[in-house]
């Protein structure tokens, strides 16, 4: 351990009473077998042209009048980049990603930017049961299906249109049987750039047999810059007073358990790595937190959660229509790839998610909220990550 890599260790155990930093990831990151600092300049967008599956991939950028970025790819509709000012009135990028399309094509990719689709998070054993027929999804986490499966949105080509310098819009008809799912469903997402730093996210979709859907986007944010070893100096609220908890294999046991008095209350902002390594069976199935919040009931869009960096000042606030929020700490990120933006790793536990969303597994659990569509009926739903100093 070199010096730079014991007071981290010193002040973390000071600060956060942290269980130890006993991380190989970690290590490396701090020993310099990467670099650190995270990229402040978008990719090159030739990195991304290129025909996938009969279709023409590229990097689209959005910028608003302050000047902050977001590049997008119509690969999987991935949030490659976005380049947000802190406290210096620096730009940082605050997402994980690639400065290529290669690489989010490798096999094991975590999701990086992604839309979810059809259905976020994990469905139990791929199957669910609808208008008395089962339907078989691909198993692609052990013995479970994860965002949709093998051939899910993240891996899609969608048609892309950019409507104006601050918004792109993405069409996708996902056919009848892919991937398992019932029906042809015609999905369109738009990203907004708003002026008031927001990048707004919006999902509408019909079907024209029933089916089951639950769309989100697997951003890992780190507001220290993206390439920083931790997100675990961040602090963070959650508007939340229950969650469902979940069996080893991360699906919910049907249970909404109350958050108060356990690691899981974020209620008050709290930093992210001050109990993740508690004596907690369900941070231990998590790795730490990878758990479904169920978020206080509000009419239409509310702020449900806010994340502020004690580094940089970059505060985001997720606003949402959705009834949960899963936050995943990157627990299963390992530093071992080098591969990140400017050729940085990405440490473990160096990135959270916050994906908004319906509950996992809802299509078994018949007292989770409904996620089936029916023809007749347009699926619509908004999220929003809005980005500001807090100093
Ligand atoms: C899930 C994690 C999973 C990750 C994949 C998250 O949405 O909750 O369990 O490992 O996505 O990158």
Redesign the pocket.
């Known amino acids: 351990m070199n010096m730079k890599f014991n007071s981290i260790c010193l002040a973390a155990v000071l600060l956060w009473t942290l269980g130890g930093c006993n991380n190989a990831s970690n290590k490396s990151a701090a020993t310099g077998d990467s670099t650190t600092v995270s990229s402040t300049k978008l990719p090159d967008s030739t990195g991304f042209k290129k025909t996938v599956k009969g279709k023409a991939v590229s990097l689209f950028v959005l910028k608003n009048k302050n000047g902050v970025e977001a590049a997008i790819t119509n690969y999987g509709g991935r949030l490659v980049s976005l380049l947000v000012p802190d406290h210096k009135n620096e730009f940082k990028d605050v997402v994980l990603g690639y400065d290529s399309l290669g690489s989010y094509q490798k096999k094991g990719e975590?999701?990086f930017g992604a839309l979810i689709g059809r259905y976020g998070?994990r469905i139990a054993k791929g199957k669910f049961a609808l208008d008395g027929k089962t339907y078989q999804l691909q198993i692609n986490d052990g013995t479970n299906t994860?965002?949709g499966g093998f051939d899910g949105f993240f891996a899609q080509v969608w048609d892309a249109k950019k409507i104006n310098d601050q918004t792109l819009e993405l069409s996708f008809l996902s056919k009848d049987n892919e991937a398992g799912y019932p029906g042809n469903l015609q999905v369109k997402v738009i990203y907004n750039l708003t002026d008031d730093n927001s990048l707004k996210i919006s999902y509408e979709a019909t079907t024209d047999k029933n089916t089951v859907l639950n769309l989100t986007n697997?951003a890992y944010f780190n507001l220290n810059g993206a390439g920083d070893e931790t997100i675990l100096d961040h602090l963070l609220t959650i508007d939340a007073d229950g969650y469902t908890p979940v069996d080893s294999t991360?699906i919910p046991t049907g249970k909404i358990d109350p958050v108060a008095g356990t690691p899981f209350d974020f209620s008050k902002a709290t930093l992210i790595g001050a109990r993740i390594d508690a004596a907690n069976q369900q941070l231990t199935f998590g790795k730490g937190y990878?758990h479904n919040y169920v978020l206080r009931k509000g009419m239409g869009l509310r702020k449900v959660a806010t994340v502020v960096s004690t580094k940089t000042g970059i505060a985001m606030d997720v606003l949402t229509e959705e009834p949960g929020l899963?936050f995943?700490s990157g627990n299963?990120l390992t530093g071992k790839d080098h591969d990140g933006k400017g050729g940085v790793s990405y440490p473990h536990r160096s990135a959270f998610?916050l994906?908004t969303q319906h509950f996992p597994d809802s299509p078994n659990q018949a007292s989770f909220p409904s996620t089936e569509l029916k023809p007749g009926q347009t699926y619509k739903t908004n999220t929003i990550y809005k980005f500001y100093v807090q100093k």
């Open positions: 975590p999701y998070n994860l965002h697997h991360l990878d899963q995943y299963f998610c994906e």
